[in-house]
């Protein structure tokens, strides 16, 4: 059974900071690409932002400048610092992992996290 399980997320500032962090667990081999999504009320959920297994980034125009991802392979764990965040930003945040199994190759979800930036 895998699990991705998300922590970090909660009420900020405009202008303030969190770090959303997604632990992997499970009988897994191996994980790959992983990502971070998210959607607010009444819209389609967006990619933020992907990191290859080589630790190529990809950002939505939105967030760069503002947001990195980054990845810790020993923990199995992604992260996304979110910096300067607006309100815009308000959303449940996703993160989204190809996890390789012995039968192979599939996406997993964790089960979202809330960020709400307001003052």
């Known amino acids: 059974q895998v699990q991705l399980v998300e922590s970090g997320g909660g009420l900020v500032q405009p202008g303030g900071s969190l770090r959303l962090s997604c632990a992997a667990s499970?009988?897994?081999?191996?994980?790959?690409?992983m990502g971070w999504y998210r959607q607010a009320p009444g819209k389609q959920r967006e990619l933020v932002a992907h990191?290859?297994?080589?630790?190529?980034?990809n950002y939505a125009d939105s967030v760069k400048g503002r947001f990195t991802i980054s990845r810790d392979n020993g923990k199995n764990t992604v992260y996304l610092q979110m910096n300067s965040l607006k309100p815009e930003d308000t959303a449940v945040y996703y993160c989204?992992?190809?996890?390789?199994?012995?039968?192979?190759?599939?996406?997993?979800w964790g089960q979202g996290t809330q960020v709400t930036v307001s003052s």
């Open positions: 989204k992992a190809e996890v390789g199994l012995q039968v192979g190759l599939y996406d997993y």
């Open positions: 499970g009988s897994i081999f191996s994980i790959n690409a």
């Open positions: 990191i290859s297994s080589g630790g190529t980034t």
